[in-house]
């Protein structure tokens, strides 16, 4: 999806990952497993060791310690509050297209559903699904991009051509 | 607009029920952030049909008349001691709401989908989470989550009133939460409470509609309310704590028990909460399984006791993500194995049961959801669910540790 490693760059990245971790590390197994229990181990140590009155070091540490996943949040992500409200009319325009061509709550199939980034805005746009049959509106969700149109009407098709 | 609207008629109305139903003074009840789950647990016994309103009824009449719960009157912060805080909570809200009005991630969709429901008209989200036909996804969830925030946007069918309406609710929940450690926890140092804050998966959900967080703060509240012996507040919350997920169930088997556990007066009116998600949990399954619904998700069978390794080893790897957590969870850690307050002991045992409880679902649940746990799509979910109990510890030990080393 053209993310750098372990930043969820794109509008995709973050409709699939988004809410799984600040960025694609448990995606991707974590790669820097080892470097990240050493510090946790480390500071456990530390804070264990910490006399009562030292322990005023424990913010300082968690706000240390914040930084980087805060840089994601604020920042880096495709959600960041300075890009969300791209990312935001991205998503609105297809949900919009999905809802306008679906006509929900009329009856609708989903014949075909790639089970990627369409997935749960299809499943917003036609929150109940009929079973495919004679005279009920069918509609195919393909692909992995998030900005699509939809053309046709036996079956609509969104999303990448056949 | 439409959502603030419905949040105050729903809060007005849960803190006039709330009154009538526990003869509570109702100015204190309409203050109380709680009082909302009230009137969000009595729509729920609504559109569950005759046999919810019948047993919606019969809470109504066993909280009024006494009969199983005991409770302490609704303790509300006064305002002179919640105005230094205030400018601070309300910084809180304001980052929490100026969100665009769009979901983002995955789940955000699927919850609001089933939201869209409630504008077909009152009831047919739970209607349809128990029609086979309808093919909701995913199926056999328990349905309050997305119908509350149907009722917060007053049915309206629009992705920015239905966006609003969630965030407004999971403010409710931190406010829930607040409001219940409020005594515990007021002369936390503030430096503590932002470091706290800071960490990043926290802001991600913060603003988000997921569930997790919120069923973590709910939780956590509910253990306060425990704590505190104000149990008609605590049954409401379980059975609210109940409705919104599956994992609801074991929040409030972890958190009742761990109070009862660590009470030294047990006495059994304590586990009414426990007893009364039991009885909705049982119930939201056996109407799912007469419909023909299944959850897919959470069925159970014998424990795959070689993945228990694996569970440890992704646990660790997850809790460690420094992008995710900083070191939260090390701190966290070392304060619930040092400390020996009490409250910390309830949280801690609370935490442990409910990490025993939803280890032994991961170990006997179905294939898939240890491959999303191995895909990285459900532990740090899970442990943002724990987030909040964690959190509460950190601060009540960095109280104790501001305390102790104040000049005297």
């Keep these: 999806m053209g993310d750098e490693v372990g930043t969820l760059e794109s509008t995709e990245s973050v409709i699939i990952d988004g809410a799984n971790g600040v960025t694609r590390a448990p995606r991707q197994h974590f790669p820097d497993a080892g470097w990240s229990v050493g510090v946790v181990l480390v500071t456990l140590a530390l804070t264990l060791a910490l006399k009562s009155q030292r322990r005023r070091l424990v913010p300082v540490l968690l706000l240390l310690s914040a930084g980087p996943g805060l840089l994601q949040v604020l920042v880096k ?61 069918s509609i195919e969700l393909r692909g992995t991009r998030v900005t699509v149109t939809c053309r046709g009407n036996a079956p609509i098709v969104c999303g990448d051509a056949p | 607009v439409i959502s603030f609207v419905g949040l105050a008629l729903l809060h007005l109305a849960g803190g006039l029920l709330r009154a009538a139903a526990t003869r509570a003074d109702w100015r204190q009840t309409l203050r109380s952030p709680a009082s909302i789950w009230f009137a969000l647990i009595a729509l729920y016994a609504l559109s569950l049909g005759l046999i919810g309103t019948v047993l919606g009824v019969a809470l109504f009449i066993g909280l009024r008349s006494r009969l199983t719960v005991r409770f302490a009157p609704v303790e509300v912060a006064p305002p002179s001691a919640l105005s230094p805080g205030a400018p601070w909570a309300l910084a809180l809200a304001v980052l929490i709401l100026a969100r665009p009005w769009v979901p983002t991630s995955w789940d955000e969709f699927v919850w609001l989908a089933k939201a869209r429901l409630e504008s077909l008209g009152f009831g047919t989200g739970a209607r349809l989470a128990l029609d086979a036909s309808a093919h909701l996804v995913p199926s056999g969830y328990p349905p309050l989550w997305p119908a509350a925030v149907g009722w917060v946007s007053l049915g309206v069918d629009s992705l920015p009133a239905q966006v609003s309406a969630a965030s407004l609710l999971v403010l409710m929940t931190l406010a829930t939460a607040m409001e219940a450690w409020w005594p515990r926890l007021r002369s936390t140092p503030g430096w503590l409470v932002i470091a706290v804050l800071a960490t990043p998966l926290f802001w991600v959900h913060a603003r988000s509609t997921y569930v997790d967080l919120p069923l973590g703060l709910l939780a956590v509240a509910l253990l306060g309310h425990v704590l505190a012996g104000e149990l008609a507040a605590a049954v409401v919350l379980a059975l609210v704590l109940s409705g919104l997920k599956d994992e609801g169930l074991a929040h409030v088997l972890a958190t009742v028990g761990a109070v009862w556990l660590v009470s030294p007066r047990r006495e059994w009116r304590q586990l009414t909460p426990a007893v009364a998600a039991v009885l909705a949990a049982a119930g939201w399954r056996a109407a799912a399984q007469f419909g023909g619904i299944t959850n897919e998700d959470h069925t159970l069978s014998a424990p795959l006791w070689r993945w228990l390794p694996d569970l440890g080893r992704l646990l660790a790897f997850h809790a460690s993500d420094l992008a995710s957590w900083g070191v939260f969870w090390a701190i966290a850690l070392a304060v619930g194995l040092r400390s020996t307050e009490s409250s910390t002991r309830a949280l801690r045992l609370g935490l442990l049961l409910n990490l025993t409880l939803s280890g032994a679902a991961l170990l006997c649940g179905p294939e898939q959801v240890r491959v999303f746990a191995e895909s990285g799509t459900l532990l740090n979910r899970l442990l943002m669910q724990w987030w909040p109990a964690a959190a509460v510890m950190v601060l009540l030990e960095g109280r104790r540790s501001a305390q102790a080393a104040a000049p005297r």
């Excluded at chain 1, 009856?107 to 005279?135: E, K």
């Design chain 1, 77 to 137: 992500r495709a959600d960041a509050p300075t890009r969300r409200a791209a990312m935001a009319a991205q998503i609105s325009a297809t949900v919009s297209e999905l809802q306008a061509r679906s006509g929900w709550p009329l009856p609708v199939a989903v014949v075909r559903d790639d089970d990627d980034v369409l997935y749960p805005l299809g499943v917003y746009a036609m929150p109940t699904r009929a079973a495919p049959d004679a005279g009920v509106r």
